[in-house]
């Protein structure tokens, strides 16, 4: 069974890096082709897409955030980490991390979520 749990801070200060790690079991990051991403949702809005990583390890980034953000991942812990900078109160949301099998549409899984917020 595979499953992805988020790990990380619930609070962060205003122009502070914000690190979440995705821990996954049950399924390789590196070998099972699939593509490890982030999602947020800001309070009262809809799901927005924040980036990933393909299992080979090519990133991608939404345009509005590659210029402060990256993916990293750990290949030995079978996670993924987002980093992202310069945060502000417009980050405040619930993130998750997910899976899609590469050239999929549809995420086959989902962590729970974990709620972070921006503020001093």
């Known amino acids: 069974q595979v499953q992805l749990r988020e790990s990380g801070p619930g609070l962060v200060k205003p122009s502070q890096t914000l690190s979440l790690t995705c821990i996954v079991s049950g399924e390789s990051i590196t070998t099972t082709p699939s593509y490890w991403t982030w999602i947020r949702r800001p309070p009262g809005k809809g799901l927005e897409w924040i980036g990933g990583i393909l299992y080979t390890g090519n990133t991608f980034y939404s345009p509005s955030l590659e210029n402060r953000m990256s993916i990293s991942r750990d290949p030995s812990k079978n996670q993924f980490t987002l980093h992202l900078n310069s945060v502000t109160p417009e980050d405040t949301a619930v993130y998750y991390c997910?899976?899609?099998?590469?050239?999929?549409?549809?995420?086959?899984?989902w962590g729970q979520g974990t709620r972070v917020t921006v503020s001093s």
């Open positions: 997910a899976e899609r099998t590469q050239g999929g549409t549809d995420y086959n899984y």
